[in-house]
T-cell receptor, first 116, second 115 residues
Framework: AQKITQTQPGMFVQEKEAVTLDCTYD???????LFWYKQPSSGEMIFLIY??????QNATEGRYSLNFQKARKSANLVISASQLGDSAMYFC?????????????FGTGTRLQVFP | DSGVTQTPKHLITATGQRVTLRCSPR?????VYWYQQSLDQGLQFLIQ???????AKGNILERFSAQQFPDLHSELNLSSLELGDSALYFC??????????????FGPGTRLTVL
């Protein structure tokens, strides 16, 4: 069964430093997508970055990059030059290619706190 | 701003009552998804509609129902509410229903409190 595991309940990072949030996944599918979302204290879910299972290059979006290691089934989010506004919950999610459902499976999230 | 709108933002009601949550997808998106986020269950998929038709069901209770209208907005109806239904309910939309690359964009959520 598909599953997303985020083993870090909380992380601290100093402003302007880089931080890596871990995500491992379990799937028997060859075709799947991995997503990261940010949830600030205000509650909304903000899409950050996407990585497809066949993508050869690691995804990057501004200060966000994804360290995708397919053999290890990991898709860690790297945030460079952290800012105070990066303090939030971060969720890793997976979507398998399926003709029956397009749902996202979410991990339990990591709470990131950026301090000055 | 994701382009997905949800109303109301907050809803406080009593046990046994019925409420309706509304969602408008991003312009051009045909798929609408409903998710529930609670402290004990995390983020759980409830149901998906594509172009007016139900496509997939997740962990949705029989007391809950949804529909998608011809203008593509969607409503989630929750009835016989219980304390445990208190949660943040998200609507998300995506362009198609085609495969693993389709990104889902979330609305701001409706926070439901059942007293």
């Amino acid at each position: 069964a598909q599953k997303i595991t985020q083993t870090q309940p909380g992380m601290f990072v100093q402003e302007k430093e880089a931080v890596t949030l871990d995500c491992t996944y379990d799937t028997s599918d060859q075709s799947y997508g991995l997503f990261w979302y940010k949830q600030p204290s205000s509650g909304e879910m903000i899409f950050l970055i996407y990585q497809g299972s066949y993508d050869e290059q690691n995804a990057t979006e501004g200060r966000y990059s994804l360290n995708f290691q397919k053999a290890r089934k990991s898709a860690n989010l790297v945030i460079s030059a952290s800012q105070l506004g990066d303090s939030a919950m971060y969720f890793c999610a997976m979507r398998e290619e399926s003709y029956n459902t397009d749902k996202l499976i979410f991990g339990t999230g990591t709470r990131l706190q950026v301090f000055p | 701003d994701s382009g997905v709108t949800q109303t109301p933002k907050h809803l406080i009601t009593a046990t046994g009552q019925r409420v309706t949550l509304r969602c408008s997808p991003r312009s051009g998106d045909l798929s609408v998804y409903w998710y529930q986020q609670s402290l004990d269950q995390g983020l759980q998929f409830l149901i998906q509609y594509y172009n007016g038709e139900e496509r997939a069901k997740g962990n949705i209770l029989e007391r809950f129902s949804a529909q998608q209208f011809p203008d593509l907005h969607s409503e989630l109806n929750l009835s016989s509410l219980e304390l445990g239904d208190s949660a943040l309910y998200f609507c998300a939309s995506s362009a198609t229903t085609g495969g693993y690359r389709d990104t889902q964009y979330f609305g701001p959520g409706t926070r439901l409190t059942v007293l």
